[in-house]
């Protein structure tokens, strides 16, 4: 198992004051972008209340969001914000939920690639129209997501499936701490099947919830709320 601590080296995230184990480099960066996912998703008084995406989106820039925020700069996650923003045009056409990372239910999940999505494959199949066939995709749940359906992998998460990250890691720590693994596969294998239980067991986060269920919750909240913003600026997206 990999740590990851809240020091500043390269292979390290700064997530606090825990040491947490994770399987795989791949998973120790998923960590940070889930991060971000979620934070971009959050609603900030210093931003007049809007989300830092909103005011990305609003502005072309993420100026306002790095200058109320300025201790981002100096973090060692600073470059996977600047990995991420501005947001571009590509935001919005179906592409982009290739590049989001599913959250935490899909923290160990290989990376997404259109030519591994199968569903979306059958109906671009069945429909001359290629629109008709995106709105059916969009809403129906997918594998390669752990069954959530891409409009909800590409509106992310927020500050519930930011805590529950949290908390995964902790409880995940716990279960694998001074455990020795074979081979990295088994490391793996390990870390999923926790995942998968601790997904359905009650969390005082989501007052009392399965984490499985509010993140669902939560991330239906926030498509509602980004389909609102982004149709009252006009923007034309193949998610809404």
């Not at 990305?56 to 300025?70: E, G, H, M, Q, R």
């Not at 199949?125 to 129906?140: L, P």
């Not at 594998?143 to 995964?168: H, Q, T």
């Amino acid at each position: 198992m990999r740590r990851i601590t809240a020091s500043g080296d390269e292979e390290s995230v700064n997530l606090g004051l825990f040491d947490f184990s994770l399987p795989a480099k791949e998973s120790a960066e998923k960590v940070v972008l889930i991060q971000i996912e979620c934070n971009l998703n959050v609603p900030l008084p210093e931003l007049n209340d809007r989300t830092p995406y909103e005011d990305i989106v609003l502005t072309k820039s993420a100026s306002n969001f790095f200058n109320a925020f300025p201790i981002i700069k100096k973090a060692p996650t600073f470059k996977y914000y600047q990995r991420m923003l501005p947001l571009s045009e590509k935001e919005f056409a179906y592409k982009s939920v290739y590049s989001k990372t599913g959250g935490v239910l899909n923290i160990f999940n290989p990376k997404i690639r259109e030519g591994l999505d199968s569903e979306l494959k059958k109906l671009f199949s069945q429909y001359e129209d290629k629109k008709e066939a995106i709105m059916i995709w969009k809403d129906t749940p997918s594998e390669l997501w752990s069954n959530l359906p891409p409009k909800l992998v590409w509106a992310g998460g927020g500050r519930i499936e930011g805590e529950l990250l949290l908390d995964f890691l902790q409880y995940l720590t716990r279960k694998v701490r001074r455990k020795e693994f074979d081979t990295p596969g088994d490391s793996m294998m390990t870390a999923i099947r926790n995942l998968r239980e601790w997904q359905f067991i009650s969390n005082e986060i989501c007052s009392g919830m399965a984490p499985v269920d509010a993140i669902v919750e939560e991330r239906k909240e926030i498509y509602e709320r980004k389909s609102a913003f982004l149709q009252e600026m006009l923007i034309e997206t193949d998610f809404v």
